[in-house]
């Protein structure tokens, strides 16, 4: 099925590092959805962007939706362990309400 | 509130048979939705379902199918199950049929096919 290009695939960090991953397509969105996944849970919402050009922040978490409405990125800043798990892009089609989701970018934190 | 909830949470089949998932939503919630997730593929939409009538269908095999009852539970059945089908399965629910952004997921129905 059609999906993201999420980048990168995985991530291995020190803790207290900044963390920066991105999502493109070669379609317009109107929403962009970032989420977390922990092991053996469901995703949960992380951050909605509903605007070109909109940045927002969920306290260390900062997401900005593009100004071509095409690609979407968020930066996690001095990670900590509870950051490790699989964040996954979805991008909402201007045309209908179904979700298209990246492959997901996981995060592992070196000890 | 109880969160949504999937059973079973593990299964095992072989191939060819059939198998049922269920998933209550969160009490309220009229719409469920259903995902495939594999390693490295992200979820695929499988369909979705509001007030017992499918809305949204995505692009799988008719051998995927699911229902809604009156009460929001949802149903999805898979039948002649290829190894192919071994997946991590996810339902999410939210309160109406538009607002993607408000829905929640479950913890999930691991299938595994031998």
């Known amino acids: 099925g059609q999906q993201l290009n999420q980048s990168p695939q995985s991530m291995f960090i020190q803790e207290g590092e900044d963390v920066s991953m991105n999502c493109t397509s070669s379609s317009i969105f109107n929403t962009w959805l970032w989420y977390k996944q922990d092991p053996g849970e469901g995703p949960v919402l992380l951050i909605a962007?509903?605007?070109a050009g909109e940045l927002t922040s969920n306290g260390r978490l900062t997401a900005q939706f593009g100004i071509t409405r095409k690609d979407s990125f968020l930066n996690i800043s001095a990670s900590i362990p509870s950051d490790v798990g699989i964040y996954f892009c979805?991008?909402?089609?201007?045309?209908?309400?179904?979700?298209?989701w990246g492959a997901g970018t996981k995060l592992i934190i070196k000890p | 509130k109880a969160g949504v909830t999937q059973t079973p949470r593990y299964l095992i089949k072989t191939r060819g048979q059939q198998v049922t998932l269920s998933c209550s939503p969160i009490s309220g919630h009229r719409s469920v939705s259903w995902y495939q997730q594999t390693p490295g593929q992200g979820l695929q939409f499988l369909f979705e379902y509001f007030s017992e009538t499918q809305r949204n269908k995505g692009n799988f095999p008719g051998r995927f199918s699911g229902r809604q009852f009156s009460n929001s539970r949802s149903e999805m059945n898979v039948s002649t199950l290829e190894l192919g089908d071994s997946a991590l399965y996810l339902c999410a629910s939210r309160p109406g049929s538009i607002g993607v952004d408000t829905q929640y997921f479950g913890p999930g129905t691991r299938l595994t096919v031998l």
């Open positions: 962007l509903y605007k």
């Open positions: 979805a991008g909402q089609l201007d045309s209908n309400y179904q979700l298209i």
